[in-house]
């Protein structure tokens, strides 16, 4: 499995009246995971596909990130179909190693011109699999 990673640290505008982590930033974080994976495969030529929509995200939250924490936001995707692909998202506590919150995306291709669904290709398959 090929991994993608981006580090975060929680600043006071993540937190909640509990002062945790506000559960929507949790998953403003794994959209941007989700985002900067793609970008970072497709680079340059990200104008010649088209785009990923969230049909349903499941998420667990193991433990509370708090103000100051150091996060890792590890992405990667397990299966991709016709039209969908399973992405999943860790948000990690540094340096513990200590996964606080798992997330399980399935996301759909979608067209950019008419907004239906298309059929996710095997150059996007390969490159959902080829890089770190």
């Known amino acids: 499995m090929k991994f993608f990673s981006i580090k975060q640290s929680v600043l006071k505008k993540h937190l ?3 002062s945790h982590v506000n559960n929507i930033q949790y998953l403003c974080w794994v959209q941007e995971a989700a985002k900067l994976h793609w970008e970072y495969l497709v680079g340059e030529d990200i104008n010649e596909f088209h785009f990923w929509v969230v049909r349903s995200h499941q998420i ?4 509370a990130a708090k103000f100051g924490d150091n996060l890792l936001i590890k992405t990667y995707v397990t299966k991709t179909n016709t039209f969908l692909s399973e992405r999943i998202v860790e948000i990690i506590l540094e340096p513990e190693k200590k996964i606080i919150t798992r997330c ?6 979608v067209n950019r011109e008419n907004g239906r669904l298309e059929k996710i290709t095997k ?8 890089k770190d």
Request: aromatic share 20%; proline share 0%; glycine share 0%.
């Open 16 to 18: 909640d009246d509990l």
């Open 60 to 63: 667990e939250y193991k433990y």
């Open 104 to 109: 399980i995306t399935k996301w759909c291709y």
């Open 123 to 130: 150059k996007i398959k390969d490159l959902l699999q080829s």
